[in-house]
């Protein structure tokens, strides 16, 4: 991996990170149109240049994180059932992450879910419209949501906003409850991940290899800071189709690679 490399993956990393899209299926087809090869670092690079997007929550949303200790309590509760399901099944998620199939399976379904879910709850009447106004009950329910998006492909943000609106949320809210969501579970998953590159590889990090992370992290942080600002917007005038008819679009996508053999070079276990 160069710097070209790391600044690519950090912009998909940045813009898909908060969206309903999938970083997943997104970071295998940038490695793979790179030609990557695979490694630990790539494997620890990819995770770790989240933290630069959980970066651009607390700076945008700064406020929201000097509340009162409800709203960390709403965050624990949501963040527990992933961080248990995780903890017990890494090995069977992994297992689920170096099939490519299931990814593409992931995405077009989801894609299917928000076209159909779009129109729903645009019928309903979503009257919570501030993250005070959700209980810890269901602060719960949508980390159940986000125990589903363990399933490569289906997307954390995708399930979480998914399960806002099943809470009775507003789109808006359901997408800032997912990001701050976002939170714990991706400074979790970072610190995970360089545990194990230390513990399991036994990797020490050169000085290129720092740089890489530096620089990746800056991106991702920069990026998303923009993805988050016209998503929130966005939504808000037009809902979810057109993620809808993106996710079935890329899911066609990586079914065609598969089946042409493109992914036989990359290890898509380091997504």
């Known amino acids: 991996m160069n710097y070209l490399h790391a600044i690519i993956l950090a912009i998909i990393e940045g813009i898909t990170e908060f969206l309903p899209v999938s970083s997943t299926g997104h970071m295998i087809i940038g490695s793979s149109a790179m030609g990557i090869a695979s490694d630990p670092f790539v494997k620890v690079f990819t995770v770790a240049i989240q933290f630069g997007a959980i970066l651009s929550v607390l700076v945008l949303y700064w406020r929201r994180f000097l509340q009162n200790f409800t709203f960390y309590l709403r965050l624990l509760v949501?963040?527990?059932?992933?961080?248990?399901?995780?903890?017990?099944?890494?090995?069977?998620?992994?297992?689920?992450?170096?099939?490519?199939?299931?990814?593409?399976?992931?995405?077009?379904?989801?894609?299917?879910?928000?076209?159909?879910?779009?129109?729903?709850?645009?019928?309903?009447?979503?009257?919570?419209?501030?993250?005070?106004?959700?209980?810890?009950?269901?602060?719960?329910?949508?980390?159940?949501?986000?125990?589903?998006?363990?399933?490569?492909?289906?997307?954390?943000?995708?399930?979480?906003?998914?399960?806002?609106?099943?809470?009775?949320?507003?789109?808006?809210?359901?997408?800032?409850?997912?990001?701050?969501?976002a939170v714990p579970t991706m400074f979790a998953a970072t610190c995970k991940s360089l545990w194990d590159y230390v513990k399991d590889e036994g990797g020490t990090f050169t000085g290129q290899e720092i740089g890489l992370l530096a620089v990746g992290n800056l991106v991702a942080f920069v990026v998303a800071m923009l993805a988050i600002k016209s998503f929130i917007r966005y939504l808000s005038q037009h809902g979810f189709k057109v993620f809808g008819y993106y996710r079935i679009a890329v899911g066609i996508l990586l079914l065609i690679l598969w089946k042409l053999g493109v992914f036989d070079q990359v290890d898509v276990g380091n997504f």
């Open 78 to 181: 949501a963040f527990l059932p992933a961080a248990v399901f995780g903890l017990l099944f890494k090995k069977q998620i992994d297992g689920l992450l170096e099939n490519i199939v299931v990814v593409a399976i992931a995405l077009i379904a989801g894609g299917v879910v928000f076209l159909l879910l779009d129109d729903f709850f645009a019928r309903r009447r979503l009257q919570e419209t501030s993250i005070d106004h959700i209980s810890l009950p269901k602060s719960f329910n949508i980390g159940l949501f986000q125990v589903i998006s363990m399933v490569p492909g289906v997307s954390r943000s995708a399930a979480t906003i998914i399960g806002g609106l099943t809470q009775g949320l507003s789109p808006a809210t359901a997408a800032e409850f997912s990001f701050f969501l």
